[in-house]
């Protein structure tokens, strides 16, 4: 897992390792940093270094100092730099380094000449230092771009992007990864990421998350051997419950059977209506129906603890297309009383209210439902502040409803109510199909179902399970993006095409090619 870090946090960290201000350690560090992955690109697009051209975006600060050292740096080699001051000031050992170098210096007004004939353009403008009201220059999208730190327009701490933002095919971070380049619309524009060590170490406080990666599966599961737990007899590989569907949304229940059943499930329960037993008994006959009198049998056995045998059900997948009615909310209730590991998801959403204690529930809102858990807790927020800053607002609504949340989208925030983080990048953004949250919904349930949590955990052990259950919905997005990049290996991706490929989705993570985040030093 790689660390994630404000970048308020970032430039205070630096700032304590700067004796003074004409210190250049660092700036020559992280341009180095820079000019190395400018020249990666160079020949990765054109086949040459020498006779290349590269233009620079620099912006008077810091980062328009990192831009100008690493101009210096590629015109030693041969390239055709030039830095285009964004401001009236510069940083005036870069502008001397640039100079001596044989690069030039230009004016914003000259930008659309040379962009012409430029073979990759650096953005060095602003970096953690944009501000709200940045206009930036418009770049067209034919002309690789190099974000310095992050691209211009993203705020380092959240994520939010301005208007004019400079989208890049690949970004720098400098001494850390910055939140505002893992999630939000900062983790949507800056491309591939590659994170120099600056030798920050200590001077860092405690990250604010952590991006998962492929190979992490088998420590969020806790466990060694493959995540479908084979070779174990089907109750030890878990029993889910299922309440989903409705007659109008039979297709979601039977999404989420299905996934439980093809990510390895040992025995499935399914409490639907008549509409959707019907078609759960059609495309997943491995599914044994629950009966009302039955449940309340196996929930008083569940708050009992008793785990042996076929009766106990393990966890419950709760909520693909749920109707809101007398009956669902019963069971919901009884559900909820026993305190049996839960996945709570669309249809259920309605139902729940904030401030119940119940600690072992993941909710999987998208950004509009995580709007309206939070608008019935009392939290005035609009879709466009979720949007500018999820983490915060996904712990709000941990919070608020005591329960672990997964926010997803294409970057899925899971979080506990102590704020314990993790991020997970979707794969592919073919994921964002009809019913693929019905599939994640079925995933969680059978990891839920798998990991054996406790039924009536002590008030000592909350904050620890509040971190398992975050392991564990993160091991669940992982694998969920795995089958995703598996279906868009072979073509579009439909949440009939995930299931096909869950089998195999928890196995070889390393398709997923180590995340999104590459590390340097």
Known sequence: MIPVYAGTHVRDAEAKLLRDANDLTLMRRAADALAHQAVVMLKEDTGRLYGSRAVALVGPG????????????LAKRGVHTTAVLLGAKAHQEGLAALSRAG??????????????????????GYGTGARPGLQLPAIPRDIPVLACDLPSGVDSDTGAAIDSVIPADRTVSFGALKTGLAVGSGHLVSGSICVTDLGLGAALPEPEAWVVQGDDLELLLGREEDWSAAGRHKYQRGVLGLLAGSAKYPGAAVLTARAAVAGGLG??????????????????????????????ALLARNRRNEREGAARIGAWAIGPGLDDNEDTRKHLAQILAANTPCVIDAGAFSMLEPGEHHQLRILTPHAGELHALLA??????SSRDIAADPIRW????????????????????CTAPDGYTLIVHASTPDLAT???????????????????????????????????LTDLAAAGALIHAHAGALAAHEGTVSAVDLLQELPRA???LT?????IVRMSS
């Open 103 to 124: 690069g030039r210096t230009a004016a914003v007004a000259d930008l659309d000449e040379l962009l012409e004939d430029c073979d990759l353009l650096i953005d060095a």
């Open 267 to 296: 025995l499935l329960r399914t409490l639907v209506p008549d509409a959707v037993a019907t078609a759960l008994t059609t495309q997943v006959p491995e599914s044994v129906p629950l009966a009302t009198p039955e449940l309340t």
């Open 62 to 73: 810091n980062n328009g100092g990192d831009g100008l050292f690493a101009l210096a740096s």
């Open 511 to 515: 398709f997923l090619d180590g995340s």
């Open 506 to 508: 928890g196995r070889d």
């Open 434 to 468: 009809a019913g693929s949250g019905d599939v994640l919904t079925g995933i969680l349930g059978t990891v839920l179902a798998a990991a054996n949590l406790p039924a009536t955990p002590t008030n000592k052990d909350v904050v620890a399970l509040g971190h398992r």
């Open 394 to 413: 996904a712990r709000w609504a941990a919070v608020a409803y005591d329960s672990v949340v997964l926010l997803k989208g294409p970057s899925t925030i």
């Open 376 to 381: 019935k807790a009392g939290v005035r927020v």
